[in-house]
């Protein structure tokens, strides 16, 4: 099997967890957004017709990827847009992006959950076997 970069979900009790790997940090952040957005809906039907610049900038990695979930989520709800394309770029625990979306049309994106936060839950960030991952539970 060849590692790639991929998002995915891991059960957490009454949350969810959400998990991406990639070939860089930035790409695991990237697809650890995706993961983030597929929890509220199919990031297939959200069409990346505006983008919103991000900034973050933390301690660590593992408190710089909760932040840059919760950048996310403040952006969902304030502008009520879905995401779902995230152009990452990570230096010396500084995050930049793009992220780009569109406002939430219900009857087309059909949003599953709210997610109200990412917490410190199971968070981890690491490279293991030339891949990054980066994971943690968010509150729905």
Known sequence: MIAQSKWEHFSHESDIGVRG??????EAFSMGALALTNVITNSQSVHPSKILHVRCEAPSQEILFV???NAIIYNMAVHN???S???VSIKDLR???IIAGEP???KRHQPAVE????T???LKVYHCNNLWVAQCVVDV
């Open 21 to 26: 790997v990639g070939f860089t940090l930035s």
């Open 67 to 69: 932040d840059w979930l």
């Open 81 to 83: 847009m879905l995401f």
């Open 85 to 87: 394309q995230f152009d």
């Open 115 to 118: 997610v109200k936060g990412a």
């Open 104 to 106: 939430v049309n219900i």
């Open 95 to 97: 995050l930049t992006a």
């Open 120 to 122: 410190f839950t199971e």
